[in-house]
């Protein structure tokens, strides 16, 4: 039987880097220890790299080093090395980032998005940084929903949402308020973090994708809405063996299993979320 251990998106957590207090338990079939310990390049190729910020990613498939001018993690399916000055603020700031190459090793896929559910059935929203994906969510929460998780969400094959931290990341000048449908740009290098209410392996009910080529919430299909998910997938390159196929398959099972709708940046209420959440019956 699998132990019953804190986690994060269904994968062990093992670390005296982060608290996992914090972190729901569950049982789980693989565990990754997150500790101190050189992160050298030990020969890997080059497969990404963000000049302008100084990141660089190094790849040879099953390790994979993640590099910024603060800090870098050597990552493999079962251990996190991190070099840094300062490891716990390290580990607290890029952990979603780099668990999602965790998941990647695990044959995972994520979605840059957030997710809430009620009464067991979650929606997903998706959206580039600063288009309001934790400003929804901490609305739904406060209206009684539960969260599932913000900034990445990750489907399993059989429908399921993995459950991330039970924190929000929200914008320091912008507390929600489901009146709020302001299309001002928000400053997403300031964030505050609040504790929200967790639900427990929801299934993924619909999908929003917010983008500002969209004027209205409205359902989309086809090749619309599978370009619409596949535009946010976590990782927007390949780090490991068979990643772009992952992320394919990924795209096209959610367009066919669960409704996906448009929707313009910064525009969701919780009433329209209800709405979506509703519109499931119909698509079933």
């Known amino acids: 039987m699998n132990p019953t251990i804190p986690s994060l998106f269904g994968i062990g957590v093992d670390s ?15 565990v990754v220890s997150i500790r101190t310990g050189p992160a050298h390049d030990v020969g890997l190729p080059v497969v990404f790299e963000l000049r302008e910020s100084g990141f660089v990613c190094r790849s040879n498939g099953g390790r994979i080093l993640l590099r910024w001018p603060d800090a870098a993690f050597l990552i493999t399916s079962d251990q996190v090395l991190v070099e840094s000055t300062d490891p716990h603020s390290s580990v607290e700031f890029y952990l979603i980032v780099m668990w999602s190459f965790v998941l990647a090793l695990h044959g995972r896929g994520a979605l ?7 009464d067991g059935q979650a929606v997903a929203v998706l959206g580039n940084s600063g288009f309001g994906k ?8 406060a209206d009684g929903w539960e969260l599932v998780a913000d900034d990445l969400v990750s489907p ?8 991330g931290p039970p924190v929000l990341r929200l914008p320091l000048a912008h507390p929600p308020r489901d009146d709020d449908t302001s299309t001002k740009p928000r400053n997403d290098d300031l964030k505050s973090r609040v504790r929200a209410p967790m639900a427990r392996s929801p299934r993924l009910a619909a999908v929003v994708v917010m983008q500002d080529r969209f004027d209205v919430l409205a359902r ?10 596949l535009t946010h997938r976590y990782i927007p390159f390949a780090a490991v063996a068979g990643q772009r196929r992952q992320d394919l398959d ?5 367009v066919r299993t669960v409704p996906v ?6 525009s969701l209420t919780v009433a329209q979320l209800a709405g979506v959440r509703e519109a499931v019956s119909a698509f079933l």
């Open 156 to 163: 399993s094959e059989s429908g399921e949402l993995s459950v």
């Open 134 to 141: 934790s400003t929804i969510a901490a609305k739904a929460v």
């Open 250 to 254: 990924q795209a096209a099972r959610i």
């Open 261 to 266: 709708f448009g929707a313009p940046a910064r």
């Open 220 to 229: 989309i299909s086809g090749l619309s809405a599978f370009d619409a998910v």
């Open 112 to 118: 840059h998005g957030s997710a809430v559910a009620h």
């Open 16 to 30: 005296e880097l982060i608290d996992t207090s914090f972190l729901l338990t569950a049982p789980a079939r693989h």
